[in-house]
């Protein structure tokens, strides 16, 4: 399945035109942006460098996704948080649709899932991103995440760059 239509280039899709909700990975049109965010990835960097999780992996109990859609139900973005003990969560898949970018979508996706992890009682989200996505290192870095050292899986790996971001109570 394809996603719908791009809207047109003059049309200006603002943070308010975005609607950012938990779902379900396994839908056609989010299961389509995990296929675009792997083949964003694989473009940049060697399979066994790459740390993405598949649809069963974002089923498992505990971890929450997040869709960004604009006001027509298209699929503009999506991110997840997976727990790790009572303190701490990991954002894993964060992509963006080629045709949003730019338009404040991530920060949506940053926001929502910031806002439910502290409401939870959790005091830092951590993530993992590549040395070559300047531009997602960017956009965290606009929202208030750090550099922090390599930690679990990605200890050692040449194109990893962690980041965190404590969130206030």
Known sequence: MSLPPSPPSDARLTSAAVRVAIEHPRQPDVVELLTLGSEFALGLYPPENTFLLNVEE????????????????????????????????????????????GRGVASSILARAEADARAAGLRQIVLETGTEHHVAQAVYRRNGYVEIPLFGIYIGEPYSVCMAKMLAH
């Open 58 to 101: 974002l089923e498992r109990p505990g971890v929450t996704v997040y869709v960004a859609r604009d006001e027509g139900g298209r699929v503009l973005g999506m991110a997840a948080l997976v727990p790790w003990g009572t303190a701490v969560t990991e954002l894993k898949r964060m992509f963006v649709h080629a045709d949003a970018r």
